[in-house]
């Protein structure tokens, strides 16, 4: 009895996972059966069966050995395991004696009816010594083996009924005895608590699922992500973890919805049938045509709040009722808070988008009513003048020619930026480039200098040089915005066999004792690319930067 003893020890020092009344049966049930001098090689092999449970959370391996050692211990010829499903049925049946042959004539597996149900009904420890003669019966199947006595006990663990333990024919006697009642009980108790730990396992194992998903797919707008991979991604790791067939982001933007992310091929928004605005679990009807696809005969619908009055909603359809456990509806909700936030990110950066493109439309008409406007009138103020002074016409045609060249290459500069304003996200040429550096130091200041650009700039001028021409426009428009006083700034940009940065301005020049520090940068810059930077400046008269460096192939 000493092994006995030291299991029992064992069994109750690592029985965390007992609750109050369990633990009162299986000490009672073993109380009893020690008091009965039951044989020690049948409490070991008992008490083994049940410390079993602690040392795996694989359920099936768990109950086919409990099956087994029931069987043995129980002497009897056959032994099952019966777990309670969630519409009363059982959705699992583990069993030992049948062989595969005589299995495979036998059809369907038990789902609860009969002798079977009469423990789901009424949980209590069931001894028959004739199963045929029993009010619950209802007979075998075909090729089923010949049954006469029975033993069966409800595991319920918790408060909660789990499923029953079944064992039928007694090889060394007429009939199971009371002993075999509290044997029984005690495997009860260990089926119980295998069951119970398993589950915990799943459920565990379950919302870390749900945290991978929503970590994985909740990070992705920030990392730049496109908003159709992200859903369709949480679609797909949604479809995977609950095995749907199909599932669907939708919202409702002002009463129209709108398909934003799916599994498969995409279905037609105009055929949807608003899910509501709650947790919810259908069966399809004919509205739900549209979401029905392959097998599927159900539709679970999770709500998703967006902003107030425009609301989405995660839709799953299952080709059988699907069963949610509350781990599941957790991370379906926490699924539709990241699937809402990514369309709210996205509607977002798509409005920052929109405002960035107003604010360069009227950056550029700015620039066009403050230089190519006013210049067009003093083009056609100065032919109005021909016709007073004849003899000077000719001169004045050639200014004439000269501005209008000007400033047709001024409206050039501004279409160019109009476009390409309008396709950010790809390279960024030297002219965007020089046109976003103006754009951003003239923010603020009250004139917007203007820009032109002569030659295929993009093309001859080499990537290497593009930091210091951007030193050169940093350095010189903000003295000139800053310094000059003057209402005009101008910067022109040349390429041909040598780059030529020039920024001009018509304000009060350079003081003959200012320090040239961040001129002398450029400087620098330009020996450094065999060029050379001249600075041209009359008190009164206005202020003239040229950058010049020899064009060559890299």
Same mark, same amino acid.
């Given at each position: 009895?000493?092994?006995?003893?030291?299991?029992? *020890?064992?069994?109750?020092?690592?029985?965390?996972?007992?609750?109050?009344?369990?633990?009162?049966?299986?000490?009672?049930?073993?109380?009893?059966?020690?008091?009965?001098?039951?044989?020690? !090689?049948?409490?070991?092999?008992?008490?083994?069966?049940?410390?079993?449970?602690?040392?795996?959370?694989?359920?099936?391996?768990?109950? #086919?050995?409990?099956?087994?050692?029931?069987?043995?211990?129980?002497?009897?010829?056959?032994?099952?395991?019966?777990?309670?499903?969630?519409?009363?049925?059982?959705?699992?049946?583990?069993?030992?004696?049948?062989?595969?042959?005589?299995?495979? !004539?036998?059809?369907?597996?038990?789902?609860?009816?009969?002798?079977?149900?009469?423990?789901?009904?009424?949980?209590?420890?069931?001894?028959?010594?004739?199963?045929?003669?029993?009010?619950?019966?209802?007979?075998?199947?075909?090729?089923?083996?010949?049954?006469?006595?029975?033993?069966?006990?409800?595991?319920?663990?918790?408060?909660?009924?789990?499923?029953?333990?079944?064992?039928?024919?007694?090889?060394?006697?007429?009939?199971?005895?009371?002993?075999?009642?509290?044997?029984?009980?005690?495997?009860?108790?260990?089926?119980?608590?295998?069951?119970?730990?398993?589950?915990?396992?799943?459920?565990?194992?379950?919302?870390?699922?749900?945290?991978?998903? =929503?970590?994985?797919?909740?990070?992705?707008?920030?990392?730049?992500?496109?908003?159709?991979?992200?859903?369709?991604?949480?679609?797909?790791?949604?479809?995977? =973890?609950?095995?749907?067939?199909?599932?669907?982001?939708?919202?409702?933007?002002?009463?129209?919805?709108?398909?934003?992310?799916?599994?498969?091929?995409?279905?037609?928004?105009?055929?949807?049938?608003?899910?509501?605005? *709650?947790?919810?679990?259908?069966?399809?009807?004919?509205?739900?045509?549209?979401?029905?696809?392959?097998?599927?005969?159900? !539709?679970? *619908?999770?709500?998703?709040?967006?902003?107030?009055?425009?609301?989405?909603?995660?839709?799953?359809?299952?080709?059988?009722?699907?069963?949610?456990?509350?781990?599941?509806?957790?991370?379906?909700?926490?699924?539709?808070?990241?699937?809402?936030?990514?369309?709210?990110?996205?509607?977002?950066?798509?409005?920052?988008?929109?405002?960035?493109?107003?604010?360069?439309?009227?950056?550029?008409? %700015?620039?066009?009513?403050?230089?190519?406007?006013? %210049?067009?009138?003093?083009?056609?103020?100065?032919?109005?003048?021909?016709?007073?002074?004849?003899? #000077?016409?000719?001169?004045?045609?050639?200014?004439?020619?000269?501005?209008?060249?000007?400033?047709?290459?001024?409206?050039?500069?501004?279409?160019?930026?109009?476009?390409?304003?309008?396709?950010?996200?790809?390279?960024?040429? =030297?002219?965007?480039? *020089?046109?976003?550096?103006?754009?951003?130091?003239?923010?603020?200041?009250?004139?917007?200098?203007?820009?032109?650009?002569?030659?295929?700039?993009?093309?001859?001028?080499?990537?290497?040089?593009?930091?210091?021409?951007?030193?050169?426009?940093?350095?010189?428009?903000?003295?000139?915005?800053?310094?000059?006083?003057?209402?005009?700034?101008?910067?022109?940009?040349?390429?041909?066999?040598?780059?030529?940065?020039?920024?001009?301005?018509?304000?009060?020049?350079?003081?003959?004792?200012?320090?040239?520090?961040?001129?002398?940068?450029?400087?620098?810059?330009?020996?450094?690319?065999?060029?050379?930077?001249?600075?041209?400046?009359?008190?009164?008269?206005?202020?003239?930067?040229?950058?010049?460096?020899?064009?060559?192939?890299?």
């Amino acid at each position: 009895m000493t092994e006995y003893a030291d299991l029992t *020890a064992q069994l109750f020092a690592d029985g965390r996972s007992l609750d109050s009344d369990s633990s009162a049966t299986l000490r009672s049930a073993l109380d009893a059966l020690t008091a009965q001098q039951t044989d020690p !090689k049948v409490l070991g092999e008992l008490l083994e069966a049940v410390l079993l449970v602690g040392q795996g959370l694989d359920l099936a391996e768990v109950l #086919q050995r409990i099956t087994a050692v029931a069987a043995s211990v129980l002497d009897a010829q056959y032994c099952a395991l019966g777990v309670r499903g969630p519409q009363r049925g059982l959705q699992a049946f583990v069993y030992t004696g049948i062989t595969p042959e005589l299995r495979s !004539k036998m059809g369907r597996l038990p789902i609860g009816h009969g002798v079977l149900g009469e423990l789901l009904d009424h949980p209590e420890v069931l001894r028959i010594e004739q199963l045929g003669e029993h009010p619950a019966s209802v007979g075998f199947p075909p090729h089923h083996p010949p049954m006469d006595t029975f033993l069966g006990a409800p595991i319920i663990v918790r408060g909660e009924l789990f499923g029953s333990i079944y064992l039928t024919e007694k090889l060394t006697g007429p009939r199971f005895t009371e002993q075999d009642e509290q044997i029984v009980s005690v495997l009860a108790v260990a089926v119980g608590i295998a069951v119970d730990n398993a589950r915990l396992y799943e459920r565990q194992l379950t919302r870390h699922r749900w945290m991978e998903i =929503l970590a994985h797919r909740g990070s992705e707008p920030m990392a730049g992500v496109a908003l159709s991979d992200t859903l369709n991604g949480l679609c797909a790791d949604v479809a995977a =973890l609950t095995g749907a067939v199909d599932v669907f982001i939708v919202t409702s933007d002002r009463g129209e919805l709108q398909l934003h992310g799916h599994t498969g091929a995409p279905v037609e928004p105009n055929g949807i049938a608003w899910p509501g605005l *709650a947790f919810s679990v259908s069966e399809a009807d004919g509205a739900d045509a549209a979401w029905m696809r392959g097998q599927a005969r159900w !539709k679970t *619908a999770q709500p998703m709040q967006r902003t107030p009055g425009d609301f989405g909603a995660i839709v799953l359809t299952h080709a059988t009722r699907p069963v949610w456990e509350p781990e599941e509806v957790a991370g379906l909700t926490g699924v539709a808070r990241v699937a809402a936030l990514a369309v709210a990110y996205a509607d977002q950066q798509q409005l920052a988008r929109d405002l960035e493109m107003l604010e360069d439309r009227h950056r550029i008409a %700015r620039d066009l009513h403050d230089h190519v406007i006013q %210049r067009l009138f003093a083009i056609g103020m100065s032919l109005q003048t021909m016709q007073a002074a004849p003899e #000077q016409v000719e001169s004045r045609l050639t200014q004439v020619i000269d501005d209008l060249d000007t400033t047709i290459g001024q409206i050039r500069t501004s279409i160019f930026d109009l476009q390409s304003a309008q396709l950010r996200g790809g390279p960024v040429t =030297l002219r965007r480039k *020089a046109l976003d550096v103006v754009a951003e130091l003239a923010r603020h200041a009250p004139i917007v200098p203007s820009v032109a650009f002569v030659g295929p700039v993009d093309t001859l001028v080499p990537k290497r040089l593009a930091p210091h021409i951007e030193a050169v426009l940093r350095e010189g428009l903000s003295n000139a915005l800053r310094h000059s006083g003057g209402d005009r700034i101008g910067v022109r940009i040349v390429a041909d066999d040598v780059l030529t940065v020039e920024i001009s301005d018509n304000g009060a020049g350079i003081p003959p004792h200012a320090t040239y520090r961040g001129l002398n940068n450029l400087t620098r810059r330009a020996e450094e690319c065999d060029g050379n930077f001249t600075v041209e400046s009359r008190p009164g008269a206005g202020t003239m930067l040229v950058w010049e460096v020899p064009l060559r192939a890299d």
